[in-house]
């Protein structure tokens, strides 16, 4: 199915202005020109275009776009991964910063101590990670590197090696989701609920979240574009399913 330039431009939130910018640059080549005497795009294009604006949400410099959106090529997986690590590293940090809100608060009216290390958490992440190493690098490193004055006794940095078990972990974890779902097993189910357990151990593996932390998580995946669109590319229906789950879990096995 084929696109107007100014279909493309409603869903992607690109303006018309930029489609022509990006076609004069040679990064997003329209398909074919109509006998309307539009322009076309279809969905390598629509790829295309998507992989621009991760890239720009990223920081790569449109100069440097150009090698990386050859078709097969492994840097723009790398930018992508890159990305997605990220966003996950921002969404918790917030969270953080919630739990943070909420401790302060339970504070202020007197109904709970503070440590005073726990005022700034979330300000300031945790760990920063270097961009992922580059197609064919194995020697590059990957450990995180503290960057706040939280106590650091008995955190162990993570490398190269712990970064991508991780990333499989929740892989594996949203491919399980997605079978679980086809095989009409309700989010709270057992089978369903020890699944989300997995999610909740690899979610502690950054900080550990309230009831109301992990709820508002849930509706993150749902309501934020990004992870939204994460999700719908493992199912359409993955992040409310997860969201219903995850809901459930808090209910249950947080206190």
Same mark, same amino acid.
């Given at each position: 199915?084929?696109?107007?330039?100014t279909? +493309?431009?409603?869903?992607?939130?690109v %303006?018309?202005?930029?489609?022509?910018h990006?076609?004069?640059?040679?990064?997003?080549?329209?398909?074919?020109?109509?006998?309307?005497e539009?322009?076309?795009?279809?969905?390598?294009?629509?790829?295309?275009?998507?992989?621009?604006?991760f890239c720009k $949400?990223?920081?790569?410099?449109?100069?440097?776009m150009?090698?990386?959106?050859? !078709?097969? %090529?492994?840097?723009?997986?790398?930018? =992508?991964?890159?990305?997605? =690590?990220?966003?996950?590293?921002?969404?918790?940090r917030?969270?953080?910063?919630?739990?943070?809100?909420?401790?302060?608060? %339970?504070?202020?009216?007197?109904?709970?101590?503070?440590?005073?290390?726990?005022?700034?958490?979330?300000? +300031?992440q945790h760990?920063?990670?270097?961009?992922?190493?580059e197609?064919? !690098?194995?020697e590059?490193?990957?450990?995180?590197v503290?960057?706040?004055?939280?106590?650091?006794e008995g =955190?162990?940095?993570?490398?190269? $090696?712990?970064f991508?078990?991780?990333?499989?972990?929740?892989d594996q974890?949203?491919?399980?989701?997605?079978?679980?779902?086809?095989?009409?097993?309700?989010?709270?189910?057992?089978?369903?609920?020890?699944?989300?357990?997995?999610h909740?151990e690899?979610?502690?593996?950054?900080?550990?979240?309230?009831?109301e932390?992990y709820?508002d998580l849930?509706?993150?995946?749902?309501e934020?574009?990004?992870?939204?669109s994460?999700?719908?590319?493992?199912?359409?229906?993955?992040?409310?399913?997860?969201? $219903?789950?995850?809901?459930?879990?808090a209910?249950?096995?947080?206190?």
């Amino acid at each position: 199915m084929a696109y107007s330039m100014t279909d +493309v431009s409603g869903m992607s939130g690109v %303006s018309l202005n930029e489609l022509s910018h990006y076609a004069e640059l040679g990064l997003l080549t329209p398909a074919f020109r109509g006998l309307d005497e539009d322009m076309y795009y279809e969905k390598r294009e629509l790829l295309k275009l998507q992989q621009i604006m991760f890239c720009k $949400e990223a920081g790569v410099p449109e100069k440097e776009m150009g090698p990386m959106l050859k !078709e097969d %090529s492994l840097e723009i997986v790398r930018v =992508m991964q890159q990305h997605r =690590m990220q966003l996950l590293e921002e969404a918790l940090r917030l969270h953080g910063l919630i739990q943070t809100l909420d401790k302060t608060v %339970s504070y202020l009216q007197g109904e709970r101590e503070i440590e005073a290390h726990e005022l700034y958490n979330g300000f +300031v992440q945790h760990t920063s990670y270097p961009l992922l190493p580059e197609a064919g !690098e194995t020697e590059h490193s990957l450990e995180a590197v503290p960057t706040n004055d939280h106590p650091t006794e008995g =955190m162990e940095l993570k490398s190269k $090696e712990d970064f991508l078990n991780s990333q499989a972990q929740i892989d594996q974890i949203h491919l399980d989701l997605k079978q679980a779902m086809e095989l009409d097993l309700a989010p709270g189910s057992p089978e369903v609920q020890q699944i989300i357990g997995r999610h909740l151990e690899w979610i502690k593996g950054y900080y550990t979240p309230t009831p109301e932390i992990y709820r508002d998580l849930a509706d993150l995946y749902v309501e934020h574009h990004d992870f939204r669109s994460m999700y719908d590319g493992y199912h359409p229906r993955l992040a409310e399913y997860l969201r $219903e789950g995850m809901i459930i879990k808090a209910a249950h096995d947080l206190f």
